[in-house]
Every structure is written in structure tokens, then in C-alpha cells.
């Protein structure tokens, strides 16, 4: 297992004499013919988890991914924080803990998710227009699209996105 954007290499495992690993998830001796090493520790294969889903990661691709203390699959890293783990409107990244919002596959801070035009926040509840890559309130939608030229591509309600697992 690799750390994405981690550099530290795993130590050199004897192979002379037998040299015991600790397992970061159970503590136990790893006796097994593979080790992973991810977040400078050893783990054993049924231990490294995803800790959302908690899907064996040895058993479903070659890396994982950490972020505030938390290992992850990329499908659960991707849901929680987007491709970058940044926001879509500001570029700064979003801690762990934080509630984000999202439209179009795309995650933002609470404060930034807002009306292109009239920048008021959308909050859970509010309906919301993605068009081209902005938001648009109820009340800002583009003419066009009230005509109905043009289709919009999220008018669903708002919900809340938790970083809770």
C-alpha cells in the first residue's frame, strides 16, 4: 500500500533473522507472508480498512488514501472531499471534520456554496440551479432556463453532505 502523496519508504524487513512486525490496527505480531505499510506503521492485510466502509484495502487496489487521521478507499475520499479535497469555488482545502456541500460531483465549504449572482448561501431546503458550472438560486436562474431553452442540471433539493462516515 502507498500513501498518495506520502514519501516515506517502508524500512527494510530482515531477511536473515526473523524480524517481527507490530500491526498498527490489532497490535498483533505479523506473521503473514504480506505486510502492508501505510502511515509509517505494518499492518496486516484483513486489519488496513477503509474507515468509512471498511473494506479490506489489500484486497480492492494498490494504494489508500489518509486525511486527518483517517484511511480511506478512493471511493470514500472522493465522496468525502472531492478529486483534490479542496473547494470547488475557493481552492482551499476542506478539513475532515467539516460539512460540505455538493452539486455535480463537485464539494464546497458551507460559506462558499452561494448564488453566482446574488451570493447568498444556498442551505439545505433551498431549491438550485448547476448551470455551466455555477449555482443559481431559485430566484437568480437565467432567464433562458425559466423560458425553458435551457435544461437545468440540478433542481433538487438541497441536502446537507455530512464528512461523517
Same mark, same amino acid.
Given at each position: 500500500?502507498? /500513501?498518495?502523496?506520502?514519501?516515506?519508504?517502508?524500512?527494510?524487513? =530482515?531477511?536473515?533473522?526473523?524480524?517481527?512486525?507490530?500491526?498498527? +490496527?490489532?497490535?498483533?505480531?505479523?506473521?503473514?507472508?504480506? #505486510?502492508? !505499510?501505510?502511515?509509517?506503521? !505494518?499492518?496486516?492485510?484483513?486489519?488496513?480498512?477503509?474507515?468509512?466502509?471498511?473494506?479490506?484495502? =489489500?484486497?480492492?487496489?494498490?494504494?489508500?488514501?489518509?486525511?486527518? =487521521?483517517?484511511?480511506?478507499?478512493? /471511493?470514500?475520499?472522493?465522496?468525502?472531499?472531492?478529486?483534490? +479535497?479542496?473547494?470547488?469555488?475557493? +481552492?482551499?482545502?476542506?478539513?475532515?471534520?467539516?460539512?460540505?456541500?455538493?452539486?455535480? +460531483?463537485?464539494?464546497?465549504? #458551507?460559506?462558499?456554496?452561494?448564488?453566482?449572482?446574488?451570493?447568498?448561501?444556498?442551505?439545505?431546503?433551498?431549491?438550485?440551479?448547476?448551470?455551466?458550472?455555477? #449555482?443559481?438560486?431559485?430566484?437568480?436562474?437565467?432567464?433562458?432556463?425559466?423560458? =425553458?431553452? #435551457?435544461?437545468?442540471?440540478?433542481?433538487?433539493?438541497?441536502?446537507?453532505?455530512?464528512?461523517?462516515?
Amino acid at each position: 500500500m502507498v /500513501n498518495p502523496g506520502g514519501n516515506s519508504q517502508p524500512p527494510a524487513v =530482515g531477511t536473515g533473522s526473523l524480524s517481527w512486525k507490530r500491526c498498527a +490496527g490489532c497490535g498483533g505480531k505479523i506473521a503473514d507472508r504480506f #505486510l502492508l !505499510y501505510t502511515m509509517d506503521s !505494518y499492518w496486516h492485510s484483513r486489519c488496513l480498512k477503509c474507515s468509512c466502509c471498511q473494506a479490506q484495502l =489489500g484486497e480492492i487496489g494498490t494504494s489508500c488514501y489518509t486525511k486527518s =487521521g483517517m484511511i480511506l478507499c478512493r /471511493n470514500d475520499y472522493i465522496r468525502l472531499f472531492g478529486n483534490s +479535497g479542496a473547494c470547488s469555488a475557493c +481552492g482551499q482545502s476542506i478539513p475532515a471534520s467539516e460539512l460540505v456541500m455538493r452539486a455535480q +460531483g463537485n464539494v464546497y465549504h #458551507l460559506k462558499c456554496f452561494t448564488c453566482s449572482t446574488c451570493r447568498n448561501r444556498l442551505v439545505p431546503g433551498d431549491r438550485f440551479h448547476y448551470i455551466n458550472g455555477s #449555482l443559481f438560486c431559485e430566484q437568480d436562474r437565467p432567464t433562458a432556463l425559466i423560458n =425553458g431553452h #435551457l435544461s437545468s442540471l440540478q433542481t433538487n433539493p438541497l441536502m446537507p453532505d455530512q464528512k461523517v462516515c
